[in-house]
Each structure stands twice: as C-alpha cells, then as structure tokens.
C-alpha cells in the first residue's frame, strides 16, 4: 500500500541578517530573559531580510515565512507587519502579521478570519513570558499601528495565559496526525473503513501525482464548488485565491498540490497542504466523490501524510472539526482565536459582519445548488 515518496520541490536558501534583529542565547541566562518590560519595535519589512528571522526559530511554521506574508498581500491587500520583541531593549523575540482596512477601520491580523490562515502570533526564545507578549500586543496595535481591532492565534497561547487582558476568544478545534509514527502505526490508528477504503482505491487503480501546473486551481475550485453546492452553499474564495497562493509558496517547496485520478485519467480529488519545519495543514480538499465509488479523497489525504512524512514532517494538522476528520486517527486539539477591539462596541459589529457574509453565501449556494446533478 505504500508505494514510493512523492518528491519534494528543492527548497531556497535563506540570508544573514544583523545580529541585533535575532535573539540568541549565547551568554544570557534563559530566567533572565522573561524579565525587564516588553515592548514591541516594528522593522521594516524586507521579506528576504524577514525568512533570515524566520529560520532562527525551530518552532515557526508555514504561516511566519515571507511567502505566506506575500501571499496575504496578494489575496488580502494585506500590509505585512514584522516587529521585534525587546526585554530592557534585548530582543528576546518577534511577531509576524498584517494590516487590513475593512469598512473604514485599521485591523491588525495575525491572523485575520477569512485569511485562510491557521495562525501566526509570536516567534519567543525560551523563557519569554507569552502572556506578557501578548499584553505588549496591545499598546503596539492601538498606538504605534494605529489600529482599532486586533485579532491573534498564537498555537501556545491558552486561554487561561490570556485572562484578564481583555481579550475574547473563539475556540474551535480541529485533529492532528502523528507523522513520526511509522505508515503502519499512522494507517493503524486510522477507522477500520478508511482503511477498506484506502486499499480499494488502490486496488481500482486510482494514483496521486504532484501537481506545478497553476491550472491546477481552476480543477480544484472547480471540483470545490461541485462539493458546496451538494450542501446548498458556495466557496468561501475564488480560484484566483488558491493560484495566489501556490504563486507565492511553490518557490519554497512549502505547498503541496495534490490530484487522484483514475483509471480513465479523470481528476477525482484535489487537495492543498501547507508545511514548513515539523507541522503541515491541509489547506483544503475537494472532490467529485459522487462520480466514483473509489474513494478517491482518502487516498489523496493519505497520499498528502506521506508525502510529507517522506520530507521529515512529524504532525499534520486536519484543518477542521467535522466528525468525519476523525477517520484518519487524528487526536482532537482544541485551538483558540484572541480578538480584542479598541472600542467595546466594535465587538458587535465584528458579529454584525460575519453573520452578513454567513448569510450571503447561503443566498448563492441556493442558486448554485439548483445546477448541481
């Protein structure tokens, strides 16, 4: 059932950077760095300048790099945002975002919902107090950005970190595979029919390919918008989003796009994941699943964890909380969103705005529902 690795794209080197900008433990006490006040410095964003950063921090992941930055600039008209984190002027740390106006008003992302973005937060040497990272956020975003609303996923951050600093959250949670695990041991923990399902896709003579071909994102929304459709609604972004963004990540071999087809050479199932250092996301899946009873997107989602095993990735992250996620023996992880307004009232119109989108993608998936056989 294995089969050969996909292989990887080459990846770019990276660039020095001064020596001011990186923490680094050389010669200071790791206790000595959560003290002093923190206090957040923007530099000037040069995304070559930024990835030498990024490549400091074993810990970073997809959605710190540059090329997700020029990603967001591309499909949010997003301003990206770098700021180094000093400790009685040290730099202890960093934060990766970006700037947004929507309906006349500064947000500050990191990230922003609708981003298609998991998370991004702080960048911390071992010992900075997060929670007070966190705090420093806030005069930074309200003064020195000039925004009025800010929004945070920090993957460490927990909600009890976060009492008392007038955050609010919205928890969601979604699973994540074990890639260290042997593919025995990861196909084991799987549900006994996903399995069934995986080998007779096998069987039926169904392959995944790795795909460079910026037509891809047209087979994929194409292929999405029959899956919405099916559910009375229509995708969330266009076919423009998905080429933006293999445009921006394909240089750095942190994207994967990913085709099943059959026997017959027809495109069953399509899919994006995300990597960089030990985590990889699946970005997003879709299918003609009711043209094959081949089971086309099990494969495709287990072909997508080897292929990033194969690379040295050690968790992939599902992406959602259907009950159907759990199948592929995924450990649910409870993940939080941090939101705070510089005005209390502006909190109301953050509801007022997603219910508004909620509501007019019910209204076009009605239409588009009624072209769906």
Avoid at 38 to 54: C, G, S
Avoid at 115 to 130: I, K, N, Q, S, Y
Wanted: one cysteine or more; hydrophobic letters at 45%.
């Amino acid at each position: 059932m294995a089969g050969p690795p996909l292989t990887a794209p080459e990846r770019l080197s990276g660039s020095t950077l001064s020596r001011d900008w990186i923490p680094t433990a050389v010669g200071v006490n790791v206790s000595d760095r959560a003290q002093g006040e923190l206090v957040f410095e923007r530099l000037p964003y040069d995304p070559v300048a930024w990835e030498a950063i990024v490549k400091h921090y074993p810990d970073a992941e997809v959605f710190h790099g540059s090329a997700w930055l020029a990603f967001l600039a591309a499909s949010q008209d997003a301003e990206p945002v770098v700021a180094v984190l000093r400790a009685d002027g040290r730099p202890v740390g960093h934060f990766v975002g970006a700037i947004v106006q929507r309906f006349g008003v500064r947000i500050l992302g990191s990230p922003l919902r609708g981003w298609a973005t998991e998370r991004m937060g702080f960048l911390l040497e071992p010992g900075v107090d997060r929670t007070a990272a966190a705090k420093a956020l806030l005069p930074f975003a309200f003064g020195a950005l000039r925004c009025l609303h800010v929004e945070l996923a920090d993957k460490h951050l927990t909600a009890e970190q976060m009492a008392g600093l007038g955050y609010c959250v919205d928890p969601y949670i979604t699973y994540v595979v074990d890639l260290a695990a042997s593919e025995e041991e990861i196909l084991a923990r799987m549900h006994p029919k996903t399995r069934q399902h995986i080998r007779k896709a096998i069987r039926a003579g169904l392959h995944a390919e790795v795909v460079t071909d910026l037509h891809f994102a047209d087979e994929y929304h194409e292929q999405l918008r029959y899956v919405f459709a099916r559910q009375g609604l229509v995708p969330t972004y266009s076919a423009e989003r998905v080429r933006q963004l293999a445009v921006a990540l394909q240089p750095t071999g942190q994207i994967l796009l990913l085709r099943v087809r059959g026997l017959d050479g027809l495109s069953l199932s399509t899919g994006v994941v995300v990597a960089r250092n030990e985590n990889a996301v699946i970005w997003g899946t879709a299918s003609f699943h009711q043209k094959s009873r081949s089971h086309p997107t099990q494969l495709l989602w287990w072909e997508a964890m080897r292929y990033w095993r194969a690379q040295g990735v050690l968790r992939c992250e599902l992406g959602g909380a259907g009950e159907h996620m759990a199948q592929y023996g995924g450990v649910m992880t409870p993940s939080l969103r941090f939101y705070r307004s510089r005005f209390a009232a502006m909190r109301y119109g953050r509801a007022m705005v997603r219910q508004l989108i909620k509501t007019r993608q019910v209204v076009a998936g009605l239409a588009a529902s009624r072209n769906v056989t």
